[in-house]
């Protein structure tokens, strides 16, 4: 009997658009093991003081089948000796701030997708979301399009589950829903493995028109912005005391950060596709891409365990915090027809 064929998993739409202040530059030209020219590295990209995002790059010149690779020939235009990074203009005026150098720094837009990165740890399961680049240009403003540092999302995925996000409250010492919405999604990626990926909802009419619109098992096509904050709490005020010298007069912060995705809308006339329905992104397909998953998993473990410094991967999959609630779009009974409707690439 002839061996079944497995259907062939299509990568869905899973794009990433960023708009900022050029922050870091650590983009190089190499040679590859087998000769062949490559541009790799990362592009830090700040929206503002607080908020960046980490691009990670590798692209070969030419691809397998010979024809030139269109992410190579855009890096080539934002390499370091050709781009002005906030970090790079500090080092030559350590006395400004992030405001001037911002205004000094190259303006770049850059295209990636989200990819999870899992491992096990104690027999538990652990990922963290990193930003594939896959395009990047320096950004020249125009009356049709301003120069508006953002960081939005463009994705479709198979709904794996939808729950009320909680948090804990230490004055209370209980678990508190926050009002929140976090949607799970399964995305596929272009080696046939599954993405899983947490989004959350903004609470009021954005959460209720989810809960009351999408299942678990639909495809859907989600808009959004991505959160990467660092934020800073007062733990201690300054005593004011000039006399003081051992550091006791200076005020005392705690540092958090807040990464997540954010579901603001949907991409025009996108509609939920239920199972079973054409277009939907199929069991077969699910259960095939987290096989798949499994085993990346397998192999990403063993080489953080053989080669990786544990301390540090444990460290950047640590749990994050929570982000304020933004308004909700209004104007409509439909929350998703608002201005996040727009976002295209």
């Known amino acids: 009997m002839a061996e079944e064929t497995k259907k062939t998993i299509v990568r869905r739409k899973n794009y990433v658009g960023i708009t900022g202040y050029l922050k870091e530059n650590t983009l190089e030209c190499v040679k590859t093991k087998d000769g062949k020219d490559a541009i790799r590295g990362n592009l830090i990209v700040a929206i503002n003081e607080s908020e960046a995002y980490k691009v990670q790059f590798f692209a070969n010149r030419l691809f397998k089948s010979g024809k030139e690779n269109p992410t190579y020939k855009d890096l080539l235009d934002v390499l370091p ?53 896959d395009g990047a240009k320096l950004k020249t403003a125009t009356d049709a399009r301003p120069f508006v540092p953002e960081a939005m999302f463009a994705a479709e995925m198979y709904i794996e589950s939808m729950s009320e996000e909680t948090k804990y409250d230490k004055e209370t010492e209980n678990v508190e829903p926050t009002g929140r919405l976090v949607v799970t999604g399964l995305m596929p990626d272009y080696k046939g493995t599954m993405n899983r990926i947490s989004f959350v909802v903004p609470s009021g009419k954005l959460a209720d028109f989810v809960q009351n619109n999408y299942e678990i098992h639909d495809t859907a096509n989600f808009t959004g912005k991505l959160v990467d904050l660092e934020q800073k709490e007062v733990t201690a005020e300054s005593n004011d005391d000039p006399f003081s010298w051992n550091g006791d007069n200076e005020s005392q912060f705690k540092t958090t950060f807040v990464r997540e995705r954010q579901i603001l809308g949907r991409e025009p006339g996108k509609l939920p596709i239920h199972e079973g329905e054409e277009g939907c992104i199929t069991q077969e397909e699910v259960k095939q891409g987290l096989v798949l998953r499994d085993q990346r998993i397998a192999e990403n473990t063993t080489r953080r365990n053989t080669g990786g410094d544990n301390r540090r991967a444990s460290a950047r999959m640590a749990a994050n915090g929570f982000a304020a609630t933004p308004a909700p779009v209004v104007g409509s009974d439909d929350p998703f027809g608002g201005e996040f409707n727009d976002f295209n690439f």
């Open 81 to 133: 000796n050709k781009t002005m990074s906030i970090a790079a203009y500090l080092s030559g005026n350590s006395a400004a701030n992030f405001q001037t150098a911002a205004q000094c720094s190259s303006k770049v837009y850059v295209r990636a997708h989200m990819e999870e990165y899992a491992t096990k740890l104690d027999n538990k399961e652990r990922s963290i979301v990193t930003l594939r680049g």
